[in-house]
């Protein structure tokens, strides 16, 4: 249930649905003489809004609020004992008759993740992605796997946990899964902008691991400006509080935005 209201939930309330929504409304009243300036407020001012979010780096701002909360990881001599990778960056794709997994814009934790491997040989990898969609007989979590494989992290040192529809279960299932011990160290990669509701949900499945965000947001600049690029990153940072609110009101988490 948590589940289904949620995706409803993001449907509704990601800015650039809403907006649409609310001035379509707005447009529709404007066909009543009753309802004629309410609709005009609506209509124009939703469109207005539209085109203040298309034009000024809101999205930026946002981002960088939380893609910046966790600093880059960078190797020491501590040792490491695991890497976990979250899934999110594949998505099905193709007509009905030749449907595949294909990596998405989140595909720079898979760089990360092979860096890691390559740093700390040792360690195993564990690949926590969920079955919102299967590809024949193959999660995303199999897909990561192939797509770690051919890039030299070798097949053995893959552990994939393939139940988790949520970041709240990718922490409560790799948790079950690796049963940490106290001093453990675990390094966890997923997107940067994501990162602080997802080490809130491992903190508060009692596994505390060390972040290492990959998939950076960049700026805009003036000549490479896009007004779709920047609705996108709106919709992006609203997601992503919106999850953070979510999972703290509901108790997934025990702060509303985790810092290290």
């Not at 880059?72 to 979250?86: A, E, Q």
């Not at 594949?90 to 998405?104: H, I």
């Not at 949520?166 to 011990?181: C, I, L, R, Y």
């Not at 700026?219 to 996108?232: D, K």
């Amino acid at each position: 249930m948590f589940h289904s209201t949620a995706k409803i939930a993001e449907l509704l309330l990601t800015p650039t649905n809403a907006l649409v929504l609310v001035a379509a409304f707005g447009f529709a009243l404007r066909c009543f003489p009753a309802t004629l300036q309410c609709g005009n407020r609506l209509s124009f001012g939703t469109l207005g809004l539209l085109i203040v979010l298309g034009l000024a780096p809101v999205g930026d701002l946002l981002l960088d609020s939380l893609q910046t909360r966790f600093p880059k990881f960078s190797p020491d001599n501590s040792p490491v004992h695991g890497i976990i990778i979250l899934g999110g960056l594949a998505s099905v794709f193709g007509s009905p008759d030749s449907v595949r997994w294909q990596p998405n814009e989140a595909a720079d934790r898979l760089f990360e993740t092979v860096e890691l491997a390559q740093a700390f040989p040792n360690a195993p990898v564990i690949i926590s992605a969920g079955p919102d969609h299967v590809v024949g007989s193959t999660g995303e979590a199999d897909a990561i796997a192939s797509y770690l494989a051919t890039m030299g992290v070798k097949r053995e040192r893959l552990r994939l946990e393939r139940r988790s529809r949520d970041t709240f279960e990718n922490a409560q299932f790799s948790a079950a899964m690796v049963k940490p011990t106290p001093g453990e160290r675990w390094l966890l990669v997923t997107s940067a902008y994501h990162m602080p509701r997802a080490v809130g949900c491992f903190r508060k499945a009692g596994f505390q691991v060390t972040a290492a965000p990959a998939d950076d947001q960049p700026r805009q600049r003036l000549g490479g400006w896009s007004a779709s690029r920047n609705l996108s990153k709106v919709d992006l940072a609203a997601k992503e509080y919106i999850g953070l609110l979510v999972y703290r009101l509901s108790g997934k988490t025990s702060a509303l935005v985790p810092a290290p």
